[in-house]
């Protein structure tokens, strides 16, 4: 036994050695492509970041593909399957969620009609990338990533349907207005139209202040709906996401051209991240910036004349209907008079199980489709009896030869960008500057135009098809070059009160764009103004609560301890700070003791958990000090605003002091907001420690420029965070400021890996080279691949 322990440290010193051999790359050298015409040359430096140089935006593809691959290749993979609907193949009962979604859309058979109908530059986009992938695939099966041989994977050729699925995929995930849909019919049915009226969104565009105030409808029949979530991926995320971007012109930049942030807000706590950074660089381009597995080209960077951002634009591309079965017929639906057939289509879905034989059970779900979509309310829903819910999603109907991002990727000028984008089909808002002083905010996505209704509820089918089309590019919210000198977007309304469609009901609060419209209050900023920025924690939404707070709380003996740290809070989110845990605490409980009287405890929890859904609205009553929602319907007396602030601090006191305890000058906002890195699927705090990133504690919030957003029915753990922050000075030809969460490689032991993880806790600038002469100076590795004899792929 003594010897058996004396040799484990040394296995264990060995296995640890080793490892990082095994999972490796080949980052020096040659290596052989078929795919390639010409020489490409891929430079590195100790960040790891590849610089790629070539003789034509072709053999540039190629490449970029082959790197995805070497670095990405399990997270490539992944993606694929999610995409098609076959993750539970992959992890097991896990994926069943995304599965169920992905099948009812049928995003493979559209990806595939989608092929027949893309133009021949768009397909050449595609082929290049996917021959670099396949290059790999085929060549280099002895430096495959380990994760794949844990899970007994073995990956296969791609397809170009492989990439089209993940494309429409990704711009699914960003198209969530359906579920505040749902929510929309729970809320009537539980308290009826008039009560679920006073709910709805309030949707501000604090540029506009006619939108301040919002006296719309809201009409809906009760459905009696019942769901479970079934059909709810997590890759979908239900609660706030968003991003925040803004550039400043020529005029308002401490240098002489724009200057540009992007910061966008995922779920980016899984290594190595989301995005992979790195250049391209060929006679007809020069592009730095961050690329997405699974696709070609850059979704955020520069290039020689213009750099590009994005935030989620919230566009409502989905709507759900009401359909009336056929009384005569129950194989068919109604439309107005006619009686159609349903039709319908079954799918098989494999569920990876050790105790199944052959190691899969599957299970089958039968849909049936209508002329705007897939019944949704057959899997996990119930509705009264003769009707059901379909889902019409746009983008099928209204996607484009070209998906513009070869187009914006090639881009000289924000005019020719703001093109490129009318064929975007994602839902954003994407920033845009030039070299020529120019910045320009425009709205991507494929909006119907509805002749009925808002988006907020489900409309009944009738006779007249309820879309007329989408909203022509040219008419899609747009604000170039204005007076104040820059634009910005923080997942806010962008529409004016005169908009004249119905664009959508679904947005942020306007607290972080107020807070960007203070920051540019300043007559000039550099590239370090906008870094900080990017990293601002100021709270705004405290700020116009604070003061109401604090009056109410020092009326109280056992609250004046929480008034007095609010009164001397600086509005900062500190992860070092009590006044934001306190802050967060009573906000949480003036919620809950504001719509617990009134709400059973499923439909409450679904309603808090979409902050864009209630807390614009629930600021303005707070503000005015007047909404019958204070009432506590379960007490004799009639309550107002100000008893039920007591309420909810005193809960939130109790709170606080059973997690932290009894002295506020001990608590500490990042004891409890902390956020972990970890790897997809390896959970724990252990594993996160030892192959992740470990466990931080976060600065920010959900309402602070630098993000941190928790689930409101879980705090307050950081789930949506900065995925990306990104500074491009377009005076400056040298660099971009730039990381992220992560590292350029997935694998396990990389120095890759996690390379950036620490000055993204930090918050330290890291350079990603644009100049020839910075990439050279900052070289350590030097990749050569080269064109290999034989038939090149895909040709």
Request: include cysteine.
């Amino acid at each position: 036994m003594k010897k058996i322990l004396l040799v484990l440290p040394l296995v264990a010193i060995a296995v640890y050695l080793l490892l990082p051999r095994i999972d490796a790359s080949q980052r020096e050298g040659v290596i052989g492509l078929p795919s390639l015409q010409a020489e490409v040359r891929v430079l590195r430096g100790d960040d790891g970041v590849p610089y790629v140089y070539a003789e034509s935006l072709d053999d540039a593809l190629v490449a970029q593909g082959f790197l995805h691959a070497q670095d990405r290749l399990f997270q490539l993979e992944l993606y694929k399957y999610v995409a098609y609907g076959r993750l539970a193949e992959f992890i097991g009962e896990h994926g069943l969620r995304n599965d169920r979604i992905v099948r009812l859309l049928d995003i493979a058979g559209f990806a595939r009609a989608q092929l027949a109908r893309i133009s021949p530059a768009e397909r050449n986009f595609l082929q290049r990338y996917l021959d670099g992938v396949n290059d790999y695939i085929a060549t280099r099966h002895n430096e495959f990533p380990l994760m794949l041989a844990v899970m007994g994977h073995e990956p296969q050729a791609w397809t170009l349907e492989d990439l089209v699925a993940i494309q429409y995929f990704r711009i699914w995930t960003s198209s969530v207005n359906w579920q505040q849909e749902l929510l929309t019919l729970q809320l009537i049915d539980s308290l009826g139209e008039e009560r679920a009226r006073s709910l709805r969104p309030l949707t501000v565009n604090p540029e506009d202040p006619a939108t301040e105030s919002d006296e719309a409808g809201l009409a809906g029949p009760a459905l009696q709906l019942e769901f479970d979530d079934s059909l709810f991926s997590p890759f979908q995320v239900r609660y706030a996401m968003g991003s925040d971007a803004w550039a400043t012109d020529a005029r308002k930049s401490a240098g002489s051209a724009p200057i540009l942030s992007s910061d966008p807000h995922l779920d980016a706590r899984n290594l190595p991240g989301f995005w992979y950074p790195m250049g391209i660089f060929t006679p007809e381009l020069r592009v730095v910036g961050t690329s997405n597995p699974g696709g070609p080209g850059f979704g955020i960077g520069r290039n020689r004349f213009i750099a590009w951002g994005a935030t989620n634009g919230y566009s409502d591309m989905v709507d759900l209907f009401i359909e009336t079965s056929d009384p005569g017929n129950p194989d068919n639906y109604l439309e107005g008079e006619r009686s159609k057939p349903f039709a319908t289509r079954s799918e098989e879905l494999l569920i990876r199980d050790s105790e199944a034989e052959g190691g899969y059970r599957s299970e089958i779900m039968q849909i049936r489709e209508t002329g705007r979509g897939p019944v949704i309310s057959d899997h996990g829903m119930s509705v009264v009896d003769g009707l059901q819910l379909s889902l019409r999603w746009s983008v099928p109907e209204f996607a484009l030869p070209d998906a513009g991002n070869l187009e914006l990727l090639l881009a000289h000028s924000t005019d020719e960008a703001i093109a490129a984008i009318g064929n975007i089909a994602t839902p954003l808002n994407y920033i845009v500057a030039d070299i020529y002083g120019n910045v320009a905010r425009i709205a991507s996505g494929l909006v119907p135009i509805r002749l009925q209704g808002d988006g907020l509820v489900p409309q009944l089918v009738g006779e007249q098809d309820n879309w007329a089309g989408r909203i022509p590019p040219e008419q899609m919210p747009l604000q170039l070059n204005p007076g104040k000198g820059w634009v910005g977007s923080t997942n806010n309304r962008v529409t004016t009160q005169d908009y004249p469609y119905a664009y959508s009901t679904h947005f942020s609060g306007d607290w972080r764009y107020r807070r960007v419209m203070e920051i540019m209050e300043k007559d000039q900023l550099d590239a370090a103004d906008h870094w900080a920025a990017n990293q601002d924690i100021k709270n705004l939404l405290a700020a116009r609560m604070r003061p109401t707070l604090v009056a109410v709380f020092a009326e109280d003996a056992a609250l004046q301890p929480l008034a007095t740290v609010l009164a001397d809070w600086n509005l900062e989110d500190a992860e070092d700070a009590a006044a934001p845990l306190i802050f967060q605490a009573v906000l949480r409980q003036l919620a809950l003791e504001t719509f617990a009287d009134d709400m059973d405890q499923d439909l409450l929890q679904d309603y808090l958990a979409q902050p864009y859904y209630w807390q614009q609205r629930f600021l303005s009553w707070f503000e005015s000090g007047d909404s019958d929602w204070f009432d506590d319907s379960r007490t004799d007396t009639v309550e107002g605003r100000d008893d039920i602030i007591r309420r909810a601090g005193l809960q939130a006191l109790a709170e606080l002091q059973r997690d932290w305890g009894n002295d506020p000058a001990a608590w500490r906002w990042g004891d409890a907001h902390t956020v972990t890195f970890a790897h997809p699927f390896i959970p724990g705090e252990t594993a996160a420690r030892w192959i992740g990133g470990g466990t931080h504690p976060l600065s920010g919030s959900g309402e602070t420029l630098k993000r941190g957003v928790y689930d409101f029915n879980e705090p307050y753990e950081a789930r949506i965070i900065d995925s990306l922050r990104m500074i491009v000075d377009l005076s400056d030809d040298e660099k971009v400021l730039a990381h992220f969460p992560g590292g350029a490689s997935e694998r396990w032991f990389s120095p890759w890996n996690k390379n950036f993880l620490g000055p993204y806790l930090s918050g330290d600038m890291c350079y990603w080279w644009f100049s020839d002469a910075a990439i050279a100076a900052n070289t350590d590795y030097e990749l050569v691949l080269q064109p290999e004899q034989g038939e090149p792929r895909g040709r």
